[in-house]
């Protein structure tokens, strides 16, 4: 049977919509308590990521209890420098930490961008297996981190500070950091194509560490790799690439930029308080998530305001300006997405 084309296609494509598609970043997560139950059969978070039926029961699990316009797969950021031999680990509490990271030019010398199929296989069957299980529901979201922000976490070991010896490599050792960023734009373009070819209809690139970076750093070292990432996808999708919505966290000083650098949508975080008028691009975002743990009022007035901040962009998704936090209600998630909905209805588009 023919089905419309789903609204976060449409909007991706700057066509009219009836109302503002919606989904949320870490939408399967901690906050959902069925989410924790499937959570506590593995020991480790690295054996959950590589579990493709538990992988896509998490990605579906938001779409059960909430009308979202949009799944993403359910896997992490950090599979790329894993499958590169960088020895992920998920600490309790205290986050990601490699047990490899890359201090040496000599280290950074003898990394390959890995084979998806060989080397991140369970990553495409999630794909595979969470496009099926959505019959066409909502369209399925496929993601990577930058080259930036992959390159901060394997320098550094961790995150959760300023990354302090990523930033002295590009100082220090400026060849080896071009090398590396280099390696990493091949092994995202790779990945992101091949979660294309195997089902995925959009695709979402994770900037989240960008805004470490003054104005022109950004220029060098997260902006050049990004449009060397985005003038591969032709060829590693093997083909037309899906709509390339790109998130950075960094209070939208490098939207013009981004918005040159073709891909379908810029993603905002919460300090964007004004979109420039002159700005020629979707937008997605951008809730402060601190909102989910005030109450139902607060949030639908919350809620109006980003509608009416981003109404004149050619098109607009609505999500958080990051994750959803794990403490939140989910009761409060789905106050979220009726206000969304129903505050975002224009009837007259067809
Ligand atoms: O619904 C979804 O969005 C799930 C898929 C998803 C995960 N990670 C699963 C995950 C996505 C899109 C990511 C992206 C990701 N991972 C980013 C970019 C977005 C951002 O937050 O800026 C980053 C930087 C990572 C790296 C990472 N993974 C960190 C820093 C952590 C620990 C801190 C945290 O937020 O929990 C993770 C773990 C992780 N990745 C969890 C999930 C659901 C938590 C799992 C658990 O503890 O049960």
Not at 34 to 49: D, I, K
Not at 205 to 219: A, Q, T
Not at 307 to 316: D, E, Q, T, V, Y
Request: hydrophobic share 40%; proline share 9%.
């Amino acid at each position: 049977m023919p089905h419309p084309e789903h609204l976060l296609l449409r909007s991706l494509a700057r066509q009219p919509v009836e109302r503002t598609p919606l989904w949320l970043m870490r939408q399967a997560g901690r906050y959902l308590p069925e989410y924790r139950a499937l959570r506590g059969s593995f020991s480790q978070l690295t054996e959950f990521f590589r579990s493709p039926q538990a992988a896509c029961e998490a990605a579906m699990q938001p779409l059960a209890r909430y009308p979202l316009d949009a799944a993403i797969v359910f896997s992490d950021i950090l599979t790329i420098p894993d499958a590169m031999g960088l020895g992920l680990k998920f600490l309790s509490g205290e986050g990601p930490r490699f047990e490899h990271p890359l201090r040496t030019a000599r280290q950074i010398r003898a990394l390959a961008p890995p084979d998806p199929e060989q080397e991140l296989g369970y990553v495409l069957e999630a794909v595979r297996m969470t496009r099926q299980a959505l019959a066409e529901r909502v369209p399925l979201i496929g993601f990577t981190g930058s080259p930036w922000t992959l390159a901060a976490y394997m320098v550094e070991g961790r995150g959760g500070n300023n990354f302090p010896h990523a930033r002295a490599l590009l100082r220090e050792q400026p060849q080896a950091a071009e090398q590396l960023l280099d390696t990493l734009a091949t092994a995202v373009a790779l990945l992101l194509g091949a979660q294309a070819q195997a089902g995925a209809q959009v695709l979402q690139i994770f900037d989240s560490w960008g805004g470490l970076l003054s104005d022109e750093e950004y220029r060098r070292w997260s902006l050049e790799y990004l449009h060397r990432t985005i003038a591969a996808l032709p060829t590693t999708c093997g083909g037309k690439p899906p709509p390339l919505i790109v998130f950075v966290r960094d209070g939208g000083r490098s939207l013009t930029q981004l918005a040159a650098s073709g891909c379908a949508a810029v993603g905002v975080d919460e300090q964007l308080s004004h979109w420039p008028p002159e700005l020629d691009i979707v937008v997605q975002g951008n809730l402060d998530p601190a909102l989910l743990s005030t109450d139902p009022k607060q949030l639908d007035i919350a809620v109006d305001t980003v509608l009416k901040r981003f109404a004149n962009a050619p098109g607009h998704i609505f999500n958080l300006g990051h994750g959803v936090p794990p403490p939140t209600d989910p009761a409060l998630v789905e106050v979220l997405v009726d206000s969304v909905r129903q505050r975002s209805q224009r009837p007259s588009a067809h």
